[in-house]
């Protein structure tokens, strides 16, 4: 029974440590800097409490969930020895894993109103619909391709720093050609994608195909994926609002 209670409240305890300076913060700007008291105190208890319940259970999900299944099917695919189908399946995880996460949804629902609002784009709601589903389909196009050319850095022993260098130096330059409404949801459009759903699929398929291939380390081959799935959206999305 100990045991039990102690694996319930450890990641309750870890979850409320992890928000404690965030609430600090709060506390102390809201109390002695503009010197107001907390509004609707029992309500952000409440919530308070919510987001350390639920903080402790996602990431108690990542732990016996999705890390393992990441992990396991790289490891499958690296033992059925086909390219085509681990690439097929790396794409496909960028890709689903990117249309499903939840910040981009709301960067795009976003994106879609402040089009329509500044006449980029025809102010009802079947434009905006079209508009914020574009946006969302060509970012996890673009995750999928670079999930893609991760694995085959991973399979190859390619040198990330020369990826980066490349990607970043292709962002600069379309940058200088894409229209200057499209370049500010770009750059945010690459750090969306580096949230709840994608980063920990992303990174237990990187981790377990570096684990599986003989001469590969899981710690300097394994991680990586996710600074090219930052990095494909920027110019993707430019590339998108210049065909527009």
Request: proline share 5%.
């Amino acid at each position: 029974m100990r045991t039990f209670v102690w694996q319930l409240l450890a990641p309750l305890a870890a979850s409320l440590r992890d928000l404690a300076p965030i609430i600090l913060v709060i506390a102390v700007f809201q109390l002695l800097v503009l010197k107001q008291p907390l509004p609707n105190l029992l309500d952000l208890l409440w919530g308070l409490t919510l987001v350390v319940a639920g903080l402790a259970l996602f990431v108690q999900g990542l732990k016996l969930g999705l890390f393992p299944i990441g992990e396991s099917l790289a490891w499958s695919f690296a033992a059925k020895g086909s390219l085509g189908w681990l690439l097929l399946f790396a794409f496909a995880l960028g890709f689903g894993t990117t249309v499903a996460e939840p910040a981009l949804i709301a960067v795009a629902g976003e994106a879609a109103g402040v089009a329509a609002g500044g006449g980029w784009i025809a102010d009802t709601q079947a434009a905006r619909q079209d508009y914020a589903e574009g946006l969302r389909y060509t970012v996890a196009l673009s995750v999928g391709l670079a999930v893609v050319i991760g694995v085959l850095r991973i399979l190859r022993g390619w040198p990330i720093q020369n990826l980066i260098i490349l990607g970043y130096l292709s962002v600069v330059v379309m940058t200088l050609f894409a229209p200057p409404e499209i370049v500010g949801i770009a750059y945010d459009s690459g750090g969306v994608t580096t949230s709840t759903i994608t980063v920990p699929l992303v990174t237990a398929l990187g981790v377990g195909l570096a684990s599986s291939i003989e001469g590969r380390n899981p710690m300097t081959d394994g991680f990586g994926l996710i600074a090219l799935a930052s990095l494909t959206p920027m110019i993707f999305v430019m590339a998108y609002g210049a065909l527009r």
